[in-house]
């Protein structure tokens, strides 16, 4: 069992800038692929970008893209998401999602672990 801890979110102004982190618990971290999404009220989860489990390959969704940067350190067994000029409509509970694989994905199906999430509100 991978268990996942995010932490990093908050209370930030239109433009600002945040960074989530994501703390893993197994060694095999360095092998998974990890996935970022988020759950805005009424709506459903979606993709934010994944990292490969080398840390070389990243998506993003075309919503965050420019704006926000996924990285991963396999030493500190942490995986990172740094956001930029945050816009209203980036509010939600961020979700960091690790595979059992080392290759991206996109589809929220494809990740086994969870972590609890962490609210991101971003005033106007």
């Known amino acids: 069992q991978v268990l996942l801890v995010e932490s990093g979110g908050g209370l930030v102004q239109a433009g600002g800038s945040l960074r989530l982190s994501c703390a893993a618990s197994e060694r095999t971290f360095s092998s998974a692929a990890m996935g970022w999404f988020r759950q805005a009220p009424g709506k459903e989860r979606e993709f934010v970008s994944t990292?490969?489990?080398?840390?070389?390959?990243?998506f993003y969704a075309d919503s965050v893209k420019g704006r926000f940067t996924c990285s991963k350190d396999n030493a500190k067994n942490t995986v990172y998401l740094q956001m930029n000029s945050l816009k209203p409509e980036d509010t939600a509970i961020y979700y960091c999602?690790?595979?059992?694989?080392?290759?991206?994905?996109?589809?929220?199906?494809?990740?086994?672990?969870w972590g609890q999430g962490t609210q991101v509100t971003v005033s106007s």
């Open positions: 999602a690790a595979r059992a694989t080392n290759a991206v994905s996109l589809r929220r199906e494809a990740y086994a672990y």
């Open positions: 990292v490969s489990g080398n840390g070389q390959t990243t």
